[in-house]
């Protein structure tokens, strides 16, 4: 059981540059997010999908796109990349986003702009 | 809106140590509350959690209680080891919005 995969690891932009941030789950859950850790910021969450076809955005949605057609993938798309988007992604999934589940973290996306 | 206050860090102890790292929070409805740790390059795992007031999540060593009077649920742990340096994030969920709120973490480094 891999739980909650991510890739790549680390990641090195130029700025206007995109890209994808790959994020799997095996774990037939439901509700699936991403997160971005930034320096005494704690995490905070960019867009989460409560099922396929379903994605609503987070706290901080400027400058990402996702799109859901699978229960398992959820991919964040990076438009125009930009030295602000420094930081560390993680993807979480649960069985339903409801208050008494527990979230399933990946082991992140460190991603760099220049 | 919800919010997590925890105690700033860094928190540097020494083995066998007892560890209390403060949380507070503000949220509408009646939340569950979460403890989350990160290991050194690592993603976030789950600690503890409790769902309901005067629940005591507890795992490893570490217990918080969840404390509806006082918005409280910190963290405690008797006798802490190296092992346990990492930075501990603690978390809600409220109501119909279905996301984590975190605090800003702390930093605990255990000394041999």
């Known amino acids: 059981n891999a739980g909650v995969t991510q890739t790549p690891k680390f990641q090195v932009l130029k700025t206007g540059q995109s890209m994808t941030l790959q994020c799997a789950q095996d774990m037939n859950h439901e509700y699936m997010s991403w997160y971005r850790q930034d320096p005494g910021m704690g995490l905070r969450l960019i867009h989460y999908s409560v099922g396929a076809g379903i994605t609503d955005q987070g706290e901080v949605p400027n400058g990402y796109n996702v799109s859901r057609s699978t229960t398992e993938d959820f991919p964040l798309r990076l438009l125009s990349a930009a030295p602000s988007q420094t930081s560390v992604y993680f993807c979480?999934?649960?069985?339903?986003?409801?208050?008494?589940?527990?979230?399933?973290f990946g082991p992140g996306t460190r991603l760099t702009v220049l | 809106g919800n919010s997590v206050t925890q105690m700033e860090g860094p928190v540097t102890l020494s083995e066998e140590a007892f560890l209390t790292i403060n949380c507070t929070y503000t949220?509408?409805?009646?939340?569950?509350l979460f403890w989350y740790v990160q290991y050194p390059g690592e993603g976030l795992q789950l600690l503890l959690k409790?769902?309901?007031?005067?629940d005591k999540g507890s795992n490893k060593g570490f217990e918080a209680t969840y404390r509806k009077e006082t918005t409280s649920f910190h963290l405690e742990k008797g006798s802490v080891q190296v092992s346990d340096s990492a930075v501990y994030f603690c978390a809600l969920i409220s109501g119909s919005a279905r996301q984590l709120t975190f605090g800003s973490g702390t930093q605990l480094t255990v000394l041999p």
């Open positions: 409790a769902t309901k007031a005067d």
């Open positions: 979480a999934s649960s069985p339903s986003g409801l208050t008494t589940d527990t979230q399933y």
């Open positions: 949220a509408t409805g009646y939340p569950s």
